[in-house]
């Protein structure tokens, strides 16, 4: 089946490909477009995810450059034209022969403009994610340069997923790791949830319908609040949550872990 970019993306994204055209040259291998835009439609606080792929790592001054640029292509959540950009970059001899866990040239986001501004720079770094990141992209994508993923990228052994899953709930432990960011984290763990249970992969929505009818009532509320404010039917208050908000995400740390076979951590005292 053909598939298509949503019409209201359109623009911005050929903008965002003139600035990767820009930057990357003709070390650009493919860019591939993935994520809410094709996984059950892009919703309010929906981002544009860009997977883009270089034939060699990028050096610290095209890195920074790309990134500063990127910045007049993407609008903070919230903003009425345009949406937020979350953009990762990929060197193909990085995942080729594959490995675990792989290692990205650049991850570009709207968390991190504050950062940018002020001049700081995350390097090339390893990265679990990539192991989701690739298997979204080879499930659902459209190439909007080079090979289609499924040609291009390598499959990722089902274990390397299991193992990234597990290591982003790790990443979880106590409120200062989910401030800030508590709608997002509790709709992550409902995709991680699905995911460990089913074995594919659910838009937020979706997924957080399905553990609702596995979450006890106690749980529940956290959840709907996060869905509706994702699909923009209220408000975010989240937050005003927090203890509800912890309980919930060591409830589902316990039961994903049991499901990917691996102990979840708990601080002390929780």
């Known amino acids: 089946m053909l598939k298509h970019i949503p019409a209201e993306i359109v623009e911005q994204v050929d903008h965002a490909l003139v600035v990767l055209d820009r930057h990357l ?3 650009l291998q493919a860019i591939h477009l993935f994520g809410s835009a094709l996984d059950g439609g892009l919703k309010p606080h929906s981002d544009i995810d860009l997977l883009v792929t270089v034939t060699v790592p990028l050096e610290d001054g095209v890195r ?3 990134m500063l640029d990127l910045l007049n292509v993407s609008v903070p959540p919230g903003s009425k034209l345009w949406r937020p950009l979350e953009v990762t970059v990929i060197a193909i001899n990085e995942i080729i022969p594959w ?3 792989a290692k990205r ?3 570009f986001g709207e968390w991190l403009r504050e950062d940018l501004l002020r001049g700081i720079f995350e390097p090339a770094l390893v990265d679990h994610d990539l192991a989701i990141i690739l298997t979204k992209t080879t ?5 909007l340069r080079g090979l289609s993923a499924e040609l291009l990228f390598p499959s990722i052994p089902e274990q390397d997923f299991i193992a990234a899953l597990a290591d982003t709930i790790a990443l979880w432990n ?3 790791d989910w401030d800030g960011d508590e709608r997002n984290i509790v709709l992550a763990l409902a995709r991680i949830w699905f995911s460990a249970s089913t074995g594919k992969i659910a838009s937020k929505d979706v997924a957080a319908e399905w553990i609702l009818k596995q979450l006890p009532e106690e749980h529940q509320v956290v959840v709907k609040e996060a869905r509706d404010a994702y699909l923009g039917v209220n408000t975010d208050i989240i937050s005003d949550y927090p203890g509800k ?3 919930f995400i060591f409830y589902a740390k316990t039961i994903i872990g049991k499901l990917l076979r691996v102990e979840p951590y708990y601080p002390s005292g929780c």
């Open 245 to 247: 908000l912890a309980a």
């Open 105 to 107: 040239e650049l991850q």
């Open 139 to 143: 499930h659902n994508s459209i190439a």
């Open 64 to 66: 920074r450059a790309l």
């Open 25 to 27: 040259g003709n070390r």
């Open 99 to 101: 490995r675990y866990p």
């Open 174 to 176: 106590s409120p200062e």
